[in-house]
């Protein structure tokens, strides 16, 4: 979790390049001393393994970062590696408060710093933490709170497996990227339709699965939020889910390589992730009946049919940011499969 931020030239409705790529380095450089705007490596073929093919075409950017530490704070900034750059975009977290650091490399040269979410202008002058970084730190402090929560209290029969048996779970989890949690509402969310969101689950990178409505017998529709503002309906219900993810654990790649949601596109794109999901977990058929057995569930049949059809359908479900108007994108995206280079490479 962190807060995400850009810097741009003039306003937001008519930006400017902040300059060629050898000037904003020099800013850098200025600015912040012993920081310094590098190329990033190409990230190897292991490295790319290890990561959702669907991250691949952003691993694979050609980009200049740098990353810092400054008291308990540590940035990340990051740009476009050409030869005039339009923004720089970055990230903070930790603790403390980055408006110093954001305003040594901004205010001189007259750059604005917008929040990356809800697009307004950060106020450096006055020297108060930006608003974006208040909404992080609120986060951070009720992220506390539910680690301090007793938790598995009460959680779905269905993965009560999951919760009982580590190794299971670690195998559950190198499957899918799914642990079941027991966490309040999440407050940084909302349905427009203001249905309350029951969490049953999470990924590794901040996302969460829940279940809407909420009810006692956790009956409601599986959606899926992730961390970087994007959300929708992945099942007809709990029980749905668990089935669709056992047959198609490459179910999000799916969807980001659909070309805007054609089950034809989709149906390529899980054959080129399940091939190379086989690559790297050779014993798939042995994983899948023995998570099948100890879940109580069969995996669907005719998974890539079933999402397209719940995932269209559910298009309509409009997740909101709770402290602004900020609308998520779906988690149907317009990539073919074609697109993803990973999946051009030999296994």
Not at 257 to 265: D, F, W
């Amino acid at each position: 979790m962190a807060w995400w931020f850009s810097i741009v030239n003039g306003t937001p409705e008519h930006p400017v390049p902040l300059g060629s790529c050898e000037e904003v380095v020099a800013a850098f450089a200025r600015a912040l001393p012993g920081v310094s705007l590098e190329r990033r490596p190409v990230p190897t073929a292991e490295e790319l393994s290890r990561t959702p093919a669907y991250l691949h075409e952003t691993l694979l950017l050609r980009l200049r970062e740098a990353q810092f530490q400054q008291g308990d704070l540590r940035f990340r900034f990051y740009t476009d590696d050409e030869p005039v750059l339009n923004d720089v975009r970055g990230w903070v977290e930790g603790t403390g408060n980055p408006a110093s650091v954001l305003a040594a490399l901004a205010l001189e040269r007259g750059w604005t710093v917008l929040d990356a979410v809800d697009k307004s202008i950060v106020d450096l002058r006055s020297g108060n933490s930006p608003e974006g970084w208040d909404r992080y730190c609120r986060r951070l402090e009720e992220e506390e709170q539910r680690r301090n929560r007793p938790v598995f209290s009460t959680l779905p029969r269905l993965l009560r497996p999951l919760v009982d048996d580590d190794e299971l779970l670690e195998l559950f989890w190198a499957w899918c990227e799914f642990a079941p949690v027991d966490e309040p509402p999440l407050d940084w969310v909302k349905l427009e339709s203001k249905e309350s969101l029951q969490v049953v689950g999470k990924d590794g990178c901040g996302g969460r699965y829940c279940l809407f409505p909420a009810t006692d017998d956790y009956a409601g529709r599986l959606l899926y939020v992730d961390s970087e503002g994007s959300a929708g309906v992945i099942a007809d219900s709990l029980t749905e889910g668990i089935r669709m993810m056992l047959a198609l654990p490459t179910w999000c790649e799916c969807l980001w390589y659909s070309g805007g949601g054609q089950l034809e596109e989709m149906r390529k794109a899980e054959a080129l992730s399940l091939r190379h999901f086989r690559a790297r977990h050779p014993d798939v058929d042995e994983t899948r009946l023995k998570l099948s057995k100890a879940l109580g569930v069969s995996p669907m049949p005719a998974a890539i049919e079933t999402l397209h059809r719940v995932a269209t359908e559910g298009a309509a479900v409009k997740v909101l940011a709770t402290d602004y108007d900020h609308v998520y994108e779906g988690l149907i995206r317009n990539y073919v499969a074609d697109d993803c280079q990973y999946w051009k490479k030999p296994d």
